[in-house]
């Protein structure tokens, strides 16, 4: 006995439908798709094989049907690429990261000289307005925060404030620091 007669005694009436719906329909179907896909063969193939395991699992009612089987098939085909469609405008849109990792990182030197400048410029300062910058800017406190820290009035932390920004500004023009 012949390989091939075994094999076609194992066949069952469904994987016979399937053939004969992949013999008859999968070329038509194809092109169908590749018209609704915009050309990309292998999106209008995921979309053929998804649209013909559709058909295997209802088989029983394929088979119960009069009339060509090709309609139903194009339907099907056309609602998985309409689902595929609005799936991915769901989503957003994916970037790639590779642009990323080609920037060049800021540069450390730069960023030590210029916070060694202002450095040197707070030192300039005197003690009372260096301390109010202080309290205010780098350690992000209110007004009120400030004066309660400081123990002094809340309009003697803004007028420190004011002048130290004055005096800082004047000392970093002297450094050539513009920006």
Not at 3 to 21: C, G, I, S
Not at 87 to 109: C, F, G, N
Not at 128 to 138: K, M, N, S
Request: aromatic content about 4%; overall charge neutral; cysteine-free.
């Amino acid at each position: 006995m012949r390989k091939d007669a075994v094999v076609a005694d194992r066949t069952t009436p469904d994987e016979e439908l399937m053939r004969a719906l992949y013999d008859d329909h999968a070329g038509p179907l194809l092109a169908f798709v590749l018209r609704l896909v915009a050309g990309d063969r292998h999106r209008a193939e995921d979309v053929v094989q998804e649209t013909l395991v559709r058909a295997w699992r209802n088989a029983d009612q394929l088979q119960r049907a009069t009339g060509s089987i090709r309609p139903w098939l194009v339907t099907v085909a056309r609602r998985i690429v309409i689902d595929g469609h609005r799936s991915r405008q769901a989503r957003p849109q994916e970037v790639d990261a590779t642009p990323l990792e080609t920037m060049p990182a800021a540069d450390v030197i730069d960023r030590a000289l210029r916070l060694m400048t202002i450095s040197e410029a707070l030192s300039d300062l005197s003690q009372a307005h260096r301390e109010a910058l202080v309290e205010t800017y780098f350690k992000e406190r209110t007004v009120s925060e400030a004066a309660a820290v400081l123990r002094v009035p809340a309009g003697t932390v803004r007028s420190r404030v004011f002048y130290a920004l004055r005096s800082l500004r004047l000392s970093l023009e002297e450094r050539g620091v513009t920006e």
